[in-house]
């Protein structure tokens, strides 16, 4: 029998320090996040990061949460059930930190008779960080714990012609009401030594952009990549004008270099130099959660209106988006038949 398994990121149990901390622990000490020998990620985590970071965290957490609990956990059982409606198979929503585990959700699939796993990690874009962290941790599980289960991991879909509909028609939606000077694509950032990891040549990527334009089997792997041709592909489905959209990285940890320009620095460049109108969408993110609600909606848009600025929108994630949780069944009932 064939099941599916819905993965997103996750987020700490509760907003309290000591949830954010275990929560902050268990995601930083994964080597594909932090991607230093063991050693060096124990000091850098445990001695420095959660030291500080939790509380501070916390507070952020704080501003967003609801009364259900996480957003990215409320719209990720919201979508999960949508999607369970109408498949022709069980499905059940797992995340990689926190909770539901992905041993949790296996566990599950596995109890109704399921031998075959379609793994969907939610991400659009492949990175070390999200995407594969999910398929090498899934299949671990299996191998230690249930041998006889089959595993088929769902490739990043950035390039899937009905995703992108889905993506442009819901930001369209809110283009219509907004009608704003400027769109900036914002996408979560990782640190540039990602990039060249993930090169399967080993010799293409130059963190130049000249690469990423330049077809390469290196694309498959190539979450810079991979951004760039998202809001390639929403600016040709939507006709958007040259110059009136752009591409930008967020939530930068630490002093390494990450993808740039960073979002911060291009939001205050825009209402420095004349924008009013400004509207944000975050396409690395297929749920709302701290980095879109807080970060975007909430620090960026007070450091847009400080520097000039006078409408800053952000455009909601797919969450439980009717067309986006038909477009996962479908893609699910395609692979049962
Ligand atoms: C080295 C650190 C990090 C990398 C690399 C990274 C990549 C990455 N993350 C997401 C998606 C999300 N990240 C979220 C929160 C978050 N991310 C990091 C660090 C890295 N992320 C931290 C420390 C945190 C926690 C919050 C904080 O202290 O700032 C979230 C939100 C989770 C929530 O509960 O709402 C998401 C989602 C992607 C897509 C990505 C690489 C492409
Ligand atoms: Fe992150
Ligand atoms: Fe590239």
């Given at each position: 029998m064939k099941g599916a398994l819905l993965v997103n990121l996750g987020s700490p149990n509760s907003t309290s320090v000591k949830d954010v901390k275990n929560y902050l622990d268990e995601f930083l000490m994964d080597k594909r996040v932090i991607d230093t020998p063991y050693l060096i990620r124990a000091f850098v985590v445990k001695g420095i990061i959660l030291?500080?970071?939790?509380?501070?965290?916390?507070?952020?957490?704080?501003?967003?949460?609801?009364?259900?609990?996480?957003?990215?956990?409320?719209?990720?059982?919201?979508?999960?059930?949508?999607?369970?409606?109408?498949?022709?198979?069980?499905?059940?929503?797992?995340?990689?930190?926190?909770?539901?585990?992905?041993?949790?959700?296996?566990?599950?699939?596995?109890?109704?008779?399921?031998?075959?796993?379609?793994?969907?990690?939610?991400?659009?874009?492949?990175?070390?960080?999200?995407?594969?962290?999910?398929?090498?941790?899934?299949?671990?599980?299996v191998e230690k714990d249930f041998p006889s289960i089959k595993i088929t991991d769902v490739p990043a879909f950035y390039n899937e012609p009905d995703y992108i509909e889905v993506l442009s028609n819901s930001i369209q939606q809110h283009l219509e009401l907004i009608k704003p000077d400027h769109l900036l694509f914002s996408y979560h950032g990782v640190p540039e030594r990602h990039i060249k990891k993930s090169d399967i040549t080993k010799s293409h990527c130059k963190i130049d952009g000249s690469c990423c334009n330049t077809p390469s089997p290196a694309h498959e792997f190539c979450y810079r990549h991979q951004c760039y041709q998202t809001t390639k592909n929403v600016a040709e489905k939507l006709n958007l004008k040259e110059g009136s959209y752009s591409t930008s990285f967020q939530s930068r940890l630490g002093r390494d270099p990450w993808l740039q320009p960073y979002t911060d620095q291009t939001i205050d460049d825009f209402a420095k130099n004349g924008i009013k109108n400004l509207a944000v969408v975050t396409p690395a993110f297929v749920s709302d959660c701290l980095e879109t609600l807080e970060e975007i909606g909430m620090e960026a848009k007070h450091s847009f209106e400080e520097n000039g600025g006078e409408n800053f929108s952000t455009i909601p994630c797919l969450n439980d988006n009717e067309e986006w949780a038909n477009t996962l069944c479908n893609w699910i009932n395609n692979w049962a038949k």
């Open positions: 030291n500080t970071r939790p509380k501070k965290s916390a507070e952020a957490y704080k501003k967003i949460w609801w009364p259900e609990g996480s957003p990215l956990i409320v719209l990720s059982e919201r979508l999960h059930k949508k999607v369970q409606k109408n498949s022709t198979i069980p499905v059940e929503l797992a995340m990689r930190y926190g909770n539901p585990s992905i041993k949790s959700g296996i566990e599950k699939l596995a109890a109704k008779g399921v031998t075959e796993i379609f793994l969907i990690p939610l991400y659009p874009q492949f990175a070390m960080a999200t995407t594969e962290t999910i398929t090498v941790l899934a299949s671990k599980i």
